[in-house]
């Protein structure tokens, strides 16, 4: 058994891994690791709480209006729109809180 930092990072041939409050993903390799772990009643419910605020976390951000035109658009298409609307203090703000959204949602998938 050990311990992984994301779900990207568990094994192919991993028996079972479970979400843990951190984050992390506790990650059974063999058999005998398996049959050893009896889940809680409250870790069960803490998976499932933490799996409910990531895709409610998950589906504030595509309803983000700004952020779903963002998705829409090529990497020109981007470049353009900055220069184009980012013209003051206030607006690279507004933008800067734009990306930090997105990259906090895709950061927890690393």
């Not at 891994?17 to 069960?44: C, K, N």
């Not at 951000?61 to 779903?68: D, E, G, H, I, Q």
């Not at 298409?77 to 507004?94: P, R, S």
Request: aromatic share 4%; no cysteine; glycine share 4%.
């Amino acid at each position: 058994m050990k311990t992984v930092a994301s779900i990207r990072e568990v094994p192919n041939n991993a028996l079972r891994a479970v979400a843990q409050l951190d984050g992390s993903w506790l990650v059974y390799e063999r058999g005998d690791d398996v049959s050893q772990f009896e889940p809680t009643p409250a870790e069960i419910a803490a998976a499932k709480a933490l799996q409910d605020k990531l895709a409610a976390e998950r589906a504030d951000a595509r309803a983000y209006a700004k952020l779903k035109t963002l998705a829409g658009m090529s990497p020109a298409e981007v470049a353009t729109w900055v220069n184009t609307n980012v013209t003051t203090l206030a607006d690279a703000k507004d933008a800067i809180k734009t990306l930090a959204i997105a990259v906090g949602i895709l950061a927890r998938d690393l």
